[in-house]
Each structure stands twice: as structure tokens, then as C-alpha cells.
């Protein structure tokens, strides 16, 4: 069965404390993954999407990697504002491309 | 320029009730999907319009639940006979045609039944 999981559920860091989320994924035929920033009451923002394993892309103090079984959100030196639940989603193609999502990490950021 | 919107961003309703939401998709974007998100849950996919091709309703969760999406642009998501296990946010998402495009979504419309 296709399934996403990321961990961990919640995390709690320091203005200024780098750390990782992680989205393993037992998906084939593997066509994106996606991050998305999800923010109360709202819904989610697009950040990031990786096709292959190997790719990185970057934004701000965010940087997205992708193997073959998972991938990583970095986020470095994180501020407050950087608070929110992170998404992960796999589209594993087929005839509507429709994306299977992880249940998110809720991070927060104390100053 | 403008994003996916929803409508009514809050809805309550109460149990029995029959509920309609709307989703307007971003323009030029002609495929559009309807996702629910229950507390603790992750998204979870409920139905799928592209262009003027039949719709994927392989995630409805019952016969209660509907869709229609009028001249591929504004679609609605009926639920009939609302019960208490539908309350969730309902969100919408658009994209253009291709594969793996990526889907940006709405606000989201939060459905609580009592």
C-alpha cells in the first residue's frame, strides 16, 4: 500500500537551533514530492517539489533533499515565524495525479 | 495574482442537514481537487476534475458526498444528510494539465456538525 510517513509529529527548537524533518514514502513509480507549509486555520503553501532522487532546492532557511525512500527538510538557524506544520506529499502518478499526504510535523520556534 | 478561494470559509450545520461548498479555482488551471483533513489526519483525497473528462470520485467516502464543476471553472462539493463524522476542513486545489504540476490550494472550508 502507497503511504507517506514523516516524523517526528512535533517538534520544539531554539530561535537559531538547526535541525531536520524526514518524509519516508513507500510509493513506486515515484513522479514528485512535494513540501507544504501549513499555518492554523489556513491552507497549505506550496514550498518545494523534488523528482528525482539527489535533488536539492533551497528557500530562505529551508532546504529540501530527496533519496530513493525519503526525504529531508532542513531548516537551518529557524525563527519564530518559521513555526507551522510541515507537509509532505507523494504524487505517484497514475490517472489523476493525485497526492498522498504524510499527517505533517508541527514545529514551533521559541525565541 | 489570485489564488484558489473557497466559500463559506466556516459552515455549521446540523446533523440530517444537506451542505454545499464552493471552490474557485485559480484561472487557466484546469484541474481541480477536492481533499478533506480531519483532525490528526492527513489529507485525504476525495475527488478529481480534469478538464471535460469524467471525474476520478474513487476517494468519496459514501454516496452522500458529490461533485460538479460547471464550465470547468467553479466547482461544488455536496454532502447530503450531513453526520457528525463528516466535520473536517474541506480544501480545494488546482493545477494546469500536466503531470506533476504542483497543486496549490484554498483556504479551506471548515465543517462542523452537530
Known amino acids: 500500500e502507497d503511504q507517506v510517513t514523516q516524523s517526528p509529529e512535533a517538534l520544539r527548537l531554539q530561535e537559531g537551533e538547526s535541525s531536520s524533518l524526514n518524509c519516508s514514502y513507500t510509493?513506486?513509480?515515484?513522479?514528485?514530492l512535494f513540501w507544504y507549509r501549513q499555518d492554523p486555520g489556513k491552507g497549505p503553501e506550496f514550498l518545494f517539489t523534488?523528482?528525482?532522487a539527489g535533488e536539492e532546492k533551497e528557500k530562505e532557511r529551508l532546504k529540501a533533499t530527496l533519496t530513493k525512500k525519503e526525504s529531508f527538510l532542513h531548516i537551518t538557524a529557524p525563527k519564530p515565524e518559521d513555526s507551522a506544520t510541515y507537509l509532505c506529499?507523494?504524487?505517484?502518478?497514475?490517472?489523476?495525479?493525485?497526492?498522498?499526504f504524510g499527517t505533517g510535523t508541527l514545529l514551533a520556534v521559541q525565541p | 495574482g489570485a489564488g484558489v478561494s473557497q466559500s463559506p470559509s466556516n459552515k455549521v450545520t446540523e446533523k440530517g442537514k444537506d451542505v454545499e461548498l464552493r471552490c474557485d479555482p485559480i484561472?487557466?488551471?484546469?484541474?481541480l481537487y477536492w481533499y478533506r483533513q480531519s483532525l490528526g489526519q492527513g489529507l485525504e483525497f476525495l475527488i478529481y476534475?480534469?478538464?471535460?473528462?469524467?471525474?476520478?470520485k474513487s476517494g468519496l467516502p459514501s454516496d452522500r458526498f458529490s461533485a460538479e464543476r460547471t464550465g470547468g471553472s467553479v466547482s461544488t462539493l455536496t454532502i447530503q444528510r450531513t453526520q457528525q463524522e463528516d466535520s473536517a476542513v474541506y480544501l480545494c486545489?488546482?493545477?494546469?494539465?500536466?503531470?506533476?504540476?504542483?497543486?496549490?490550494f484554498g483556504p479551506g472550508t471548515r465543517l462542523t456538525v452537530l
Open positions: 506529499a507523494v504524487n505517484y502518478g497514475g490517472a489523476t495525479n493525485k497526492l498522498i
Open positions: 476534475f480534469q478538464g471535460n473528462s469524467a471525474p476520478d
Open positions: 484561472s487557466g488551471h484546469t484541474a
Open positions: 523534488l523528482y528525482s
Open positions: 510509493v513506486s513509480g515515484l513522479r514528485g
Open positions: 486545489a488546482s493545477t494546469w494539465v500536466a503531470a506533476t504540476d504542483t497543486q496549490y
